[in-house]
T-cell receptor, first 118, second 113 residues
Framework: AQKITQTQPGMFVQEKEAVTLDCTYD???????LFWYKQPSSGEMIFLIY??????QNATEGRYSLNFQKARKSANLVISASQLGDSAMYFC???????????????FGKGITLSVRP | NAGVTQTPKFQVLKTGQSMTLQCAQD?????MYWYRQDPGMGLRLIYY???????DKGEVPNGYNVSRLNKREFSLRLESAAPSQTSVYFC????????????FGDGTRLSIL
């Protein structure tokens, strides 16, 4: 079963508007973390934001915020005031522990393509 | 600040040839990772090294071997390349496994003919 689900088709947003990119996850581990990465057309992976399962408040980093709804197992990325440079592929990833408290690894979703229109 | 450096950036191999992808980080990170990215599949973990001297299998380890040469370097070897290994390979590092973000190299685009 997929642990990270990103099912939106290519997303389009008008410059300066806000956009929400969806991510749902599946885990039975009470301790986990959720990451969002951006991959522009140049190919590099850029870390955007992190939310831990025990964090009380939704994470924010500049124009990025994470709408974390634990009961629904969703961790949607909100980009405010979209810019042309936000056009990229966006990946949601979940951190789970491999062994009890020892190591952990990331599982990535398949990504969502965002295009910002001028 | 170089961050994570991967070499080569591009490579074409014939089926059956062997190759080692190199990765080095200068951030004094303990943990390093190798991923492959295929169209429509996202990134999948091949192998990782939680700390110097240790390596563990990820989701898709078959056909690959790794070596954590020292704290800085983590190499990925294809012993007998197959067309199914055509992919973009990313190396990443983090302070440790867990809540720390992973920092990625620019990727190696590998084609197996």
């Amino acid at each position: 079963a997929q642990k990270i689900t990103q099912t939106q088709p290519g997303m389009f947003v008008q410059e300066k508007e806000a956009v929400t990119l969806d991510c749902t996850y599946d885990t039975s581990d009470p301790s986990y973390g959720l990451f969002w990465y951006k991959q522009p057309s140049s190919g590099e992976m850029i870390f955007l934001i992190y939310q831990g399962s025990y964090d009380q408040q939704n994470a924010t980093e500049g124009r990025y915020s994470l709408n974390f709804q634990k009961a629904r197992k969703s961790a949607n990325l909100v980009i405010s005031a979209s810019q042309l440079g936000d056009s990229a592929m966006y990946f949601c990833a979940m951190r789970e522990y491999v062994y009890t408290g020892a190591n952990s690894k990331l599982t990535f979703g398949k990504g969502i393509t965002l295009s910002v229109r001028p | 600040n170089a961050g994570v450096t991967q070499t080569p950036k591009f490579q074409v191999l014939k089926t059956g040839q062997s190759m080692t992808l190199q990765c080095a980080q200068d951030m004094n990170h303990n943990s390093m990772y190798w991923y492959r990215q295929d169209p429509g599949m996202g990134l999948r973990l091949i192998y990782y090294s939680a700390s110097e001297g240790t390596t563990d299998k990820g989701e898709v380890p078959n056909g690959y071997n790794v070596s954590r040469l020292n704290k800085r370097e983590f190499s990925l070897r294809l012993e007998s390349a197959a067309p199914s290994q055509t992919s973009v390979y990313f190396c990443a590092s983090s302070v440790r496994t867990g809540d720390q973000p992973q920092h990625f190299g620019d990727g190696t685009r590998l084609s197996i003919l």
